[in-house]
């Protein structure tokens, strides 16, 4: 079995219950945020981004709130379900720059 | 129906070997990228090609060598492998040098180094 990964900060939810994963980024300049999922053994999935010119976009079962001021990133997954366990990433484009930066990821437990 | 391909899925060999990952992707896009994942989960870029051409090359050791025959693949050889080059390699692409559009990703290749 996998045992990387186990040191992740880790959410904790029941099935239902509606999640929610933050993270901090580094560069006030960036100006694209994108969140990913990644299951076990697979890449990263894509499941929202949003631009700077933003705070806040929703997508199926998900919003992607932005605050600038603080550069916190937030992702809300609403009624989690046990599928919805992964680990999930931010990341982070600055201007000018051309990659990704992705931050340290949190794993998302879901209990039926 | 498999958009980001790469090969192979896992890859066991020993210290001072050289060996190659490849990655095709049928999406269409003209953007590839390599990123390796260590023990911690943490992704971070090695390598960018914008139609063939390498425009990102972070601080990677060159006994990495990308190489991208066309738009749509891009391989990674790796010299004279070591303990540390042990992790998951993961090949991504996007349309545009990742301006507006997300980054799609294979399902990575684990390197163990022996």
């Known amino acids: 079995g996998e045992s990387v990964g186990l040191h992740l900060p880790t959410l904790s939810v029941q099935e239902g219950d509606n999640s929610i994963i933050n993270c901090a980024y580094s560069n006030s300049a960036s100006d694209y945020f994108i969140w990913y999922k990644q299951e076990s053994g697979k890449g990263p999935q894509f499941i929202i981004d949003i631009r700077s010119n933003m705070d806040k976009r929703q997508g199926q079962r998900v919003t992607v709130l932005l605050n600038k001021t603080v550069k916190h990133l937030s992702l809300q997954i609403a009624a989690t379900q046990p599928g919805d366990s992964a680990v999930y990433f931010c990341?982070?484009?600055?201007?000018?720059?051309?990659?990704?930066?992705f931050g340290t990821g949190t794993r998302l437990l879901v209990s039926p | 129906d498999t958009a980001v391909s790469q090969t192979p899925k896992y890859l066991v060999t020993q210290m001072g070997n050289d060996k190659s990952i490849k990655c095709e992707q049928n999406?269409?896009?003209?953007?590839m990228y390599w990123y390796k994942q260590d023990s911690k989960k943490f992704l971070k870029i090695m390598f960018s090609?914008?139609?063939?051409?390498?425009?990102i090359n972070e601080t990677v050791p060159n006994r990495f060598s990308p190489k991208s025959p066309d738009k749509a693949h891009l391989n990674l050889h790796i010299n004279s492998l070591e303990l540390g080059d042990s992790a998951v390699y993961f090949c991504?692409?996007?349309?545009?040098?990742?301006?507006?559009?997300?980054?799609?990703f294979g399902n990575g290749t684990r390197l163990t180094v022996t």
């Open positions: 999406l269409g896009h003209d953007t």
């Open positions: 991504a692409s996007s349309q545009g040098i990742q301006g507006s559009s997300p980054l799609h």
């Open positions: 990341a982070e484009r600055g201007i000018g720059f051309q990659k990704l930066v």
């Open positions: 090609y914008n139609n063939k051409e390498l425009i």
